[in-house]
């Protein structure tokens, strides 16, 4: 069982309408307020949500596609070569590939990794100095490695062969030493000496 207390104001009451319908309408209109009130917050905040999610997906569509018009339209003045007064126009995006490409092959850096005053004195590209060192020192500590782990384990192989064969060749020397058929027969003849003498 539910027990309620509700307080309601009433102005005025009217004639035909009793009190006890007049406390009705008062709390149904009450509750209707409420739960209009209730799902106005709830549509609003699910609108905002919306709204914001769906604007969010047409600006970064548009940016992207603003983007690739805008920088894929940009063409970049290049001449054939550095004598030649003929200039050709590449995109943006093929201007930077080749340059980036150069920047790598190009020799420009010394022997310890500073950049060579004189051309002669360049001798790798920033791929090559940075590939030269990282390759050899992992090569040498890989090879370095699996020298180590061969010879540990040729000794243990060893090790362990060599006291299989020490085992078996003790067990056979033990075998023959004590004559152990000659043995048996002796055994063998004693137990019927003392059999006879009893």
Same mark, same amino acid.
């Given at each position: 069982m539910a027990k309620f207390n509700i307080e309601v104001e009433l102005d005025w009451l009217n004639e035909e309408t009793g009190l006890d319908e007049e406390i009705q309408k008062q709390v149904i209109s009450g509750l209707q307020n409420r739960l209009v009130a209730n799902l106005e917050k709830k549509l609003g905040n699910s609108i905002a949500e919306k709204v914001e999610q769906k604007a969010t997906e047409i600006a970064d569509a548009f940016i992207e596609k603003l983007l690739v018009e805008?920088?894929? /339209?940009?063409?970049?003045? $290049? /001449?054939? /070569?550095?004598? /030649?007064?003929?200039? $050709?126009y590449i995109p943006l995006t093929e201007f930077i590939g080749?340059?980036?490409?150069?920047?790598? $092959?190009?020799?420009?850096? $010394?022997?310890?990794?500073?950049?060579?005053?004189?051309?002669?004195?360049a001798k790798y590209s920033i791929t090559e100095y940075l590939t030269r060192d990282f390759i050899a020192k992992e090569l040498n500590g890989k090879v370095s490695d699996m020298i180590r782990d061969a010879k540990e384990k040729a000794e243990q192989s060893l090790i362990k062969?060599?006291?299989?064969?020490?085992?078996?060749?003790?067990?056979?020397?033990?075998?023959?030493?004590?004559?152990i058929p000659q043995l048996l027969q002796n055994l063998q003849n004693t137990i019927e000496c003392e059999v006879e003498g009893q």
């Open positions: 805008q920088i894929g /339209s940009i063409q970049i003045p $290049t /001449s054939k /070569s550095s004598w /030649s007064s003929e200039v $050709t080749k340059r980036f490409e150069n920047a790598m $092959t190009e020799k420009t850096l $010394t022997e310890r990794g500073s950049k060579a005053d004189y051309r002669n004195d062969n060599l006291e299989e064969n020490l085992q078996q060749q003790l067990h056979a020397d033990m075998v023959k030493r004590l004559n």
